[in-house]
């Protein structure tokens, strides 16, 4: 179903302001997917793991400690580069107890001090009141 005039010319206002407020993550949006990157850089992490893992063997075989450290650390690299880029790959969303509750105590973080809005609440909700009046 095709865009009215009104609703292209919103669409196009929020993309300006999106621009205007953050021009990096506007340009990072643009370039493509993000979840594609993560899925490479998950499995660089799980190809290094299983270097390493090589690497540490040999290590061990022919007695040479630096070789099994060298294989050690290529493992720990493969695998946290893994952990860090499991949830952006799998776009995995983890159930938090902020999420649960709502309301003003989820839009708090620690110490009671308000967070910061993501992008898309602040424009959803601009749109709204623009809407509105």
């Known amino acids: 179903m095709p865009l009215s005039e009104h609703e292209q010319r919103l669409l196009e206002q929020i ?9 990096k993550f506007a340009s990072s949006v ?7 990157k993560a899925r490479r850089k998950l499995q660089l992490g799980a190809l290094l793991v299983l270097v390493g893992l090589a690497v540490l063997v040999g290590g061990a075989v022919a007695p040479s400690v630096p070789l099994g450290v060298l294989g050690f650390l290529v493992m720990f690299g493969g695998a946290a580069l893994g952990v860090l880029n499991y949830r952006s790959a799998t776009g995995v969303v983890e159930a938090g107890p902020a999420g649960a509750r709502g309301g003003a105590t989820a839009a708090r973080g620690r110490g009671g001090k308000p967070r910061k809005q993501p992008l898309k609440n602040r424009l959803e909700e601009r749109f709204r009141r623009r809407y509105d009046q």
């Open 30 to 36: 643009r370039t493509g997917d993000r979840r594609l």
């Open 15 to 23: 993309e300006r302001a999106l621009v205007d407020d953050d021009p």
